[in-house]
Every structure is written in C-alpha cells, then in structure tokens.
C-alpha cells in the first residue's frame, strides 16, 4: 500500500464512523422505544393477574410471551401444580459404590450459611463395612458433641452479614414482582435434625450433570453503563449532598413520597437517593409483627404523585426490594409511569456509615470511583456493590485465548446441586463444655479482605463426574491431586476417637442454621465439600479424619477471577493507604469507607454469581385467594405480603461454581492457612494452630479464642488482623447476640488501649 493508497482509506474510514454514529443513534431510539412497549407490556400482562379467570398460555399467546415469561411478570398465573413444584424441588439420590480414604500415618495427639433449602430424611447412620465396597486406601496426605448454629440477629453488623446476604441486590426480576432474601431477623429456631442432600443420578439423568446450558454464555459486554444522578440524604437530620453542596430539607412524616417530593424539588433529575442514616423505612416498626412486615408497609406507602416503577432497558430490577435494614424502593411519576425512575437505597449496601455525615459519605463515592476508575477504564457505580462487581467482573473477560468467546453457564441441574449443597460462610457459636463458661478473655481476629485471597483459582468449563469406583481406582498421589484440584465432593465423614478440636466439615440439618460442623468423637455423617476442605479434614496436623469418598465433580483448574480480584485488591490497598497517610481527617474517613466500599463489590459481587433460585414476593388484598406455594410473610388491616421461590432464571452470569469454591477455601483457612515467603511456606494461623478448648467463634471470615496467638499480621488479604480482645473474666455467651455484644465491648477496649499506646498489633 502506498501513501496515495493509506490517505484515501484513512478518509473513507472516516466516513464509515459517521455512518455508524448515525446508525447506532437510530438503533439506540429503536431500543428505546422497544424498552417502552416491552415495559407497556408487562404493566398489562401484571394487570391481567387480577382477573380470577386469567390463564398464562392465554396470556403468553396474546402478548408474544412464553408462559414462563408470563408466570415470571405475574407469579398468580402459575399454572403447574403444586405438588409438581414441590417434587422438582426434591433430587433422587442414587449411589452406587464407595470409595473409602484412609489416611494411614499414625495420628498426633495434638460458610455461610445455605437459604431456601428443603427438608429431607435423615441420613446419619454409622458405617458399616459391608456398606464399604469397592475400597481404596489412599496413602498418608502427612505434613510438618456437634455444636449448633446461631440465627443472625437483626443488629449484626454489615460486615458479618455480607456473606450471607450476597446475592440479595444480584438477581434480576420482571415486571411489579420484587426479589426478596429469606428473612434473616429474630425468630424461633426450629429444632435442627439431619437433611438429606442430593446426590448425581445415575444413567442418562446423571448426564445433565456434566453439561452446560445451550446458548448461555458470559461474555464482555459491547456497551458502557450509563452513570445515575445520586444524592446522599441523612434521614434523620434532613441534610442532603447534591453535587457540591449541602441543603437541609422538609422531609415531612418521611414517606417515601415526601422524601422524592423533596428531594426532586432540590435536585431535579435525581435518579438514586443514598440513605445515610435515620432508616425512614423502620418508622411505626412497632406496629407490626416483623420488621420485614414494616418495612414493605413503608415501602407500598400511598402516594398521590408517585407509583411503583416498572423498569425497562438492561435495567430489570423492577418494583421494590423487601429487606429488614437495607431495602430498595422504586418510584416513577403517577402521571408517567414508564418513564424513568428514582430509586431510595441504603448506604449500609456499600458500608455501614459509623455516623459520618452526607459530605463524608459521598466523598467516599467519588474516591471509590476514582479508585476504580484506575483499573476500569469504564468503571461506573451502579446501584448495589453485587451490581457493580460484576458488571466490573464482565469487563475482564479475556478476548483471546480459550475463553475469548466467553464462559458457558452449567446446566440448572448442575447449578441446583450447586445451590443445595455449596454452603456459604461458617458462623457457629460454640457452647460449653467444649469451652469454659467462664473464659479467661475473649480475643478477636478477622482476616483482611479474606476471599481475595481465594480468587486466583476458580472451576471452569464443564466438569467431570468422578464415581466411587473410579476414585477408588486412582493412585494416591491422584487422589491427591484431584482433592487440590477445583473439585467438589460427595462424602461420608467419620470423626476420629480422640478428637477434642472443632469440627472439620459441614454437615446438613434442618431448621434455621441448615449446616453445623460435628467435632464430636464417631460422629457420622454424609455432606458435600469443597476439596479444599475434604483435604484438610484428611491431612491436618492433628489427627486424620475417616472420609469415604461417594463421587464427586472434578473442574478443569482456570482463573476466570484472578484479573477482577486483582483489580479489586489493587484498589483496596490504594484506599487503605489513603485512610492512613491522607492529612485530613474526612479525607481519612471516606477513604476507609471507600476501602469497605470495594470490600463490598468484591464480597457481594461473589454472592451475585451464586445465583440463588429467586424468591418473588408480592401482596394479595386479604380474602383474596393467595397464589399457590406462597410463604406468608405478614399482613395488615388490606395486604398480605408473601413470597416464594421461583426457579433460577436465565441469567448468562451465573456461575455459583466460582462462589462454591471461594467459600470452601475461605472456609478451610479459618482452620488452617499457611504463611508463605515466595512458595515456602514460613508458619500458619488458624483454628488448629490454637489449644483445644480455646475457640469460641466463628464468623464468616474471622474467629474468635480465650487467648491471644502468635499469628503475624502483614496487611495482606488473608493475614489474620488482631481486631478485639476483652479482658476476662467472661461470662460464654449463650446467643450469638450476647456474642455480638461481647464483641463490640472487646473492639472499644482494643482501641481504647491502642490509642492510648499501650497496644500493638
């Protein structure tokens, strides 16, 4: 090509951009226009609901909609039975073989929580050995009373909820219906008793267990989020951040009507209203069974000026959000229904604001941003940090190599198997007599951004189905493998005669807790784990545990998060040296609540890939006939509010192998984490590195002992932070409330000495 030539073709390159200028304009007022029918559409299929006689193939014939489309937008025109739901929700378990590990070294004399889970029949019968066949041993993996759950009470800080309340702003829904998480306030704890978990079916079934959903891929996306106009309001003071400025406002009786007539007067075109403080959503609380009753009460509050948002575009988060303490209320003009919105949040979403005001709380937004921004070049801040991180995680995926075509989404059998037996985070209480009553101090350690440190090996691609039988026909040095590698397994758990340590493994009951951790000698029982976990159980310093291995998933080993949590830790650190180095003391503080900010996206943005099956709530007049398989969730003088689940949609982001995993490390390094100086391994913090005896609670990623441990502590994700210690003696705690209280007494106390330079971490 000669100059001539590149001049000419530079010009009619030129050219070609304006056409496509012109041509993405014209696409994009025909994508608006289509979002507004489609919006039109679902308003009249919601409407359509109220008639008694409506039917969803009627429906879903007239509008252009399957019927599962239909049922999604109007959950009253579900037409399948209700024992045909129940049934699906239920797996047949079938084994055939066991493959027996017994580690043969002679022993030393040293999640989270699932929601939505059913009940099934209890399986926790010893083994016997004419159960056991075929039988492998696996050689010696060598290296230098079960305790109940407590519910998490409604004061829990947010940093203890995150795990469990990951997937709460992630998942999509249709129409006026809202997505809800399972109520996580005070309530009676049902009497826990064994649950049976699934297990792969045999034959042509057990095929759909190594398969992929056709057509459902994660891919990057070819468009850049559109920034929301967002203001920060105190609640309680009536004091509002727009842009540059404070204004005190009128807020009235704190409706939500009131608060949008004001806060729109003060910042037309405000699409995204923070609450700081002041919770306007618990006023008259007390009037209602639950707090979850109150707050959908303030949410459906009548309005003369304002509706319930429908939705439309890529935003499908329609209709309003019920949660105890961080609620999402969505509002559109009575007069213009489908035009846009404005949503009320809480900041707690983000980070829990620890009384900064509104000047501070957007501060922290714009570092937050700015931070991000360093890593993304189209980084924007959406909503919930479960949106934001990943739409973040989207904008990694690679465009070479393997993966360049994006990641395939597993089969919704696999994806329900996934979700049934992967718990989350571990919180249990342990009580006496495994600890003192009375304890000698009560010592915190939390560890720093801990699933950051999980994210640089994830399952991917299609797994494969390893049966007893062939695990029993491995090598020990592949059995070995295969447990380190991204797996997840299906076995029955022995604890050894002698063990006075906490329990290893999770194992499934029924009631509030759904998983407990049995550390009692003989104890039996059946679960699923990550292998992570299940070589630990077999390996650990202490005393080897009998696993018998009933089959498993074995992943291909990829990193399809290691560049999102790389970018994440990067802007972590960057904020965390902020809120120490920075001279001014706001300056400081945002930047702290910026760091717990990227803590959230992270934290909450795993959760979103988990993609629970969706629980759709909705209100029906009382006397009105309820929709079938509804749980009540309360009612007043006109409305019963309700839910149920309904199914796993269609989303091309939902990969809980990825979660599973991650939360099965983080699990196993509670017990034991190893200390590394390049590939050596130079100590260990943990569970097992501390007395028997001493261990009193676990929280999501941190624990806490009667004594302090000699675990160093470098700043790095993972590292073990020393974060409370109460001086004794103690009385144990019977709750996890008392806990709660015991620990926040034991933080005060840690700061008091350590401004007062008498501590060092």
Known sequence: MDRKTYTAELAGLRELRAEIAAAEKRVAAAQKELDKLTAQRSRRVAGLAGYEGAQAPAVAKASGLSVGEVVRIAPLLDPTPVAVRAAKDGGDRAVSAVATVTPTAAPSQGQAQAQGQQ??????????PSAVTPSAVTPALSRSAAVREQPVPADTAPADRAAAASTESAVPVASVASVAPVAAGPRPEAEAGPRELPAVPEGPEGARFEAVTTGLVSKRPNFTQQARSTVFLDAATGDLAVRDRVVRLDLGARTPGEILDAVLATAPGTERIYITAGAPWHDGAERYSTLKDAVAAWLNTPGERWTTAVGSGRDKLAGHFVHQRQPVGRYAPATAPDSGSTEIRSMGEWFDPDGADVVTCRQAFTLLWQALRRHWDDAVLMGSPSQTGRDLWSRTVPTTGKWA???????????????ATAGQGRTELILPPRVPEQLPALVEYDRTFAYAKHLWKSPIGTPRRITAAAFAAMTGQEQTKALMSCSHWNVRVTVPQGWEHVGLLPAPVTGDRAWVYPSEPGATFTTWAGGAEVHLALSNHLMPW?????????FE???????????LKAAWADLANLSRMHGDERQRQAAHLASRAVRSVLLFGLGGFAQRPRLVSGTTPVGEALPPGVEILGQDGTLVTWQRQAGFSRDPYAHPEWAAYV????????????YRQGKEVIGHAGALHAAPGTVVYFGTDGIALTERQPWPYRGEPGDYLLKGHLTGPVEHPTSQAQYLELRARGRAELAAGQAAGGERQ
């Open 119 to 128: 009940a099934q029949a209890p399986d926790a019968a010893p083994v016997t």
């Open 405 to 419: 075509g994006g990641y395939p989404v597993l089969s919704e059998e696999l994806r329900g198997l996934l979700h």
């Open 546 to 554: 009998r696993i018998e291995v009933l089959g498993g998933l074995l």
């Open 557 to 567: 080993d990829g990193k399809p998060l290691d560049e999102w949590g790389k970018r």
């Open 663 to 674: 939360w099965s490390g983080a699990r196993a390094a509670l017990l034991d984490m190893k």
